[in-house]
């Protein structure tokens, strides 16, 4: 279509107008009907078609650019108009192909888009002084099509979506048009519904429609602190001259992921509601919540979805309320858990909304769909709901997630096999009642899966752990056991939640040790005889010459149990070449003697604190250069000051540099 000349009047659009306020606006000046106005402007082609629900939200470039010319507009001031200024901060305003999608085909993003009516503030349509607004009325807001705005700051009140009059919706569409389109006799700011049977109202008789002006609409309750102070959070996060950071959690996000963890956690609420009534900010918001959840027109719109999508017998409550205080309550407790200091402290809320559904995680919508849909959300919220959705789970069931929820820096190569001494210690000594060794592995296990997802096997595979029939059952054992052993704690979620402290430690060190590179390094070594020759000669009381029962079989041992310190494994993957070389008999006496020569080795004080300053000499040079040192250990060798993880079962003490 080739643009006209353009109009010969026109409007200077008002701060946060909408595209349907200007164009009710900018038809009355021109005494014709919205309708006329848009196939004037080129923004709608056909005068015998009515306009859709698309073209206000999202349409065509070229329809964009024959309305900025003929309404002497520049291109910029046109793209305000529309909602999807609001994309790059409010991801459901981002514009997607056929938003009108049938049977709930559209996401629970996009149900957070008021397209098919809207709010609005009575005294913010009255409008100022000024002569335009005097005769045409004040702007209809963009923001008032986005749920998450529910009061007006100006006037220091809620938002109202039903006409004053007929109590019908404002501005609801028709088979997706504004209603009334054609007629040119309506002012912007009276209702144009369809007046019911039994309505005496002048303008209905006049014009076929309700004709109440809405700006006679009576003040109702007043917003309290908190969710006047939720709505100035939600704006400025609204404000492209805002920040560009939301503080959520205890930490910094996007307003995109701040926005769609409102949308989540407001979910949730709503689903388990009344389980979050004591987090509600107020008594009384509470109540307008409980009241739209039960009221009947409520019960009638569920059954309704239910029946037109029997695939999503629940996306009625993904929907957010029309009615603004309900919506209040709805975001003012949702943004109250997203202030929370720390996402751990969010975690036991999340799971006391969680129990409305009796079933397992794995067959519960809400968790469902979280683990599918897996929706960009903060990190912090990542982290809140990690240790819930993240847990064991038997190969084949359905929270045997593929992928990790916590987005974390570190990878299995950082994870040692065999949990070290001092990270055990520290989160995991405490527990009673369950084999050390068992707790070990399966926290190592456990932690593969935070951090990359996948199962068991996959994690033990991450990890390096060997791929044999004794090294599955040995993982698969200790894991059943551990799970069954926190079942029957007083608190089940203890081990969880201090497999997630290690990983917030982790992910906290500026550069984590990298296992797999030891790993490499020590495949097949053994310390070497020069070096075994020097710690033998420092033990007290060894004179020149003189080794005391501290052979071949004592060196295997010793290399075995520095080994497992450096790498962070299980002695029972360690190599041992010494061994290997011996004659078959040998060989099996050793094995069968190793765990007395393993307990006269940790009993000798003198020789474990050599074995530590040997083990740090070998960090160091791996985690420097990522190789065995050259040469031989030397007494007088630069010592470093690097970690050391004792792995041995049975040790009795911690092992510190």
């Not at 109540?287 to 009221?295: E, F, G, I, S």
């Not at 789970?393 to 065999?418: N, S």
Request: charge should be positive.
């Amino acid at each position: 279509m080739t643009p006209g000349p353009g109009l010969p009047r026109s409007l200077a659009p008002l701060p946060d107008e909408s595209i349907t306020g200007y164009v009710l606006r900018l038809a009355h000046r021109l005494d014709t009907s919205p309708a006329r106005l848009l196939v004037v402007t080129g923004l709608h082609e056909s005068p015998r078609t009515t306009p859709s629900r698309r073209l206000l939200t999202q349409p065509e470039p070229a329809a964009l650019r024959n309305f900025a010319h003929a309404t002497h507009l520049s291109p910029a001031e046109v793209a305000d108009l529309f909602p999807s200024t609001f994309a790059s901060r409010y991801p459901p305003a981002t514009p997607r192909p056929d938003p009108a999608g049938r049977h709930g085909s559209r996401t629970h993003l996009e149900r957070w888009q008021l397209t098919t009516s809207t709010r609005y503030c009575p005294q913010c349509l009255i409008g100022d002084r000024t002569t335009i607004q005097r005769r045409h009325g004040g702007p209809w807001q963009r923001t008032w099509c986005l749920p998450v705005v529910f009061t007006c700051p100006h006037h220091r009140r809620y938002l109202l979506h039903q006409c004053p009059t007929c109590g019908s919706l404002v501005h609801q569409r028709d088979h997706g048009h504004l209603p009334r389109w054609w007629d040119s006799g309506l002012h912007p700011t009276q209702c144009r519904a369809r007046p019911s049977q039994q309505s005496t109202n002048d303008e209905a008789g006049r014009h076929g429609a309700c004709g109440a002006w809405l700006t006679d609409a009576r003040p109702g309750q007043r917003p309290c602190s908190t969710v006047s102070a939720t709505q100035q959070r939600i704006l400025a996060a609204l404000d492209s001259a805002g920040p560009d950071q939301v503080h959520c959690l205890g930490q910094s996000t996007t307003p995109a992921r701040y926005f769609t963890d409102l949308i989540l956690l407001s979910y949730l609420i709503r689903r388990s509601w009344p389980l979050a009534r004591d987090l509600t900010p107020s008594p009384a918001v509470a109540d307008a919540l409980d009241t739209y959840l039960t009221q009947p027109q409520e019960t009638t719109r569920r059954r309704r979805v239910m029946t037109a999508s029997d695939h999503h017998p629940r996306t009625e409550h993904r929907a957010p309320p029309l009615d603004a205080v309900a919506c209040a309550a709805l975001l003012t407790t949702a943004d109250g858990l997203l202030t929370l200091e720390t996402p751990r402290t969010l975690t036991p809320h999340l799971r006391h909304l969680l129990g409305h559904d009796q079933r397992r995680l794995g067959r519960q919508s809400w968790a469902r769909q979280f683990v599918t849909v897996r929706p960009d959300c903060s990190e912090g919220l990542r982290h809140a709901f990690a240790p819930i959705l993240q847990t064991y789970a038997r190969p084949g069931r359905g929270r045997g997630l593929g992928a990790a929820i916590r987005r974390v820096p570190f990878g299995p190569e950082h994870i040692p096999q065999f949990l070290q001494d001092d990270w055990y210690q520290q989160y995991l000594a405490h527990f009673d009642g369950i084999n050390t060794a068992q707790l070990r592995r399966t926290a190592a296990l456990h932690l593969c899966q935070t951090a990359m997802g996948g199962s068991v096997r996959e994690a033990a595979g991450r990890l390096g752990l060997p791929d044999t029939r004794t090294a599955y059952y040995r993982s698969y054992s200790s894991i059943s056991a551990v799970h069954a052993w926190a079942r029957r704690r007083s608190d089940p979620h203890e081990f969880e939640a201090a497999v997630h402290d290690i990983a917030d430690q982790i992910e906290a060190m500026p550069q984590p040790i990298d296992y797999h590179r030891r790993r490499t390094a020590l495949r097949d070594w053994c310390i070497d005889s020069a070096s075994w020759t020097t710690i033998i000669d420092q033990l007290p009381g060894n004179g020149r010459g003189h080794q005391p029962e501290l052979g071949d079989r004592q060196q295997d041992c010793a290399s075995i149990i520095v080994w497992s310190r450096v790498t962070g494994t299980e002695r029972a993957y360690a190599p041992h070449p010494i061994r290997d070389q011996q004659p078959t008999d040998v060989a099996e006496q050793w094995r069968q003697r190793a765990h007395k020569t393993f307990a006269h080795i940790r009993d000798d004080t003198a020789l474990q604190q050599l074995l530590t300053a040997y083990a740090q000499w070998l960090i160091h040079a791996i985690d420097t250069t990522g190789a065995t040192p050259p040469g031989p250990w030397t007494a007088t060798h630069p010592r470093s000051s690097g970690s050391i993880a004792t792995n041995n079962p049975d040790s009795r003490r911690s092992h510190q540099p």
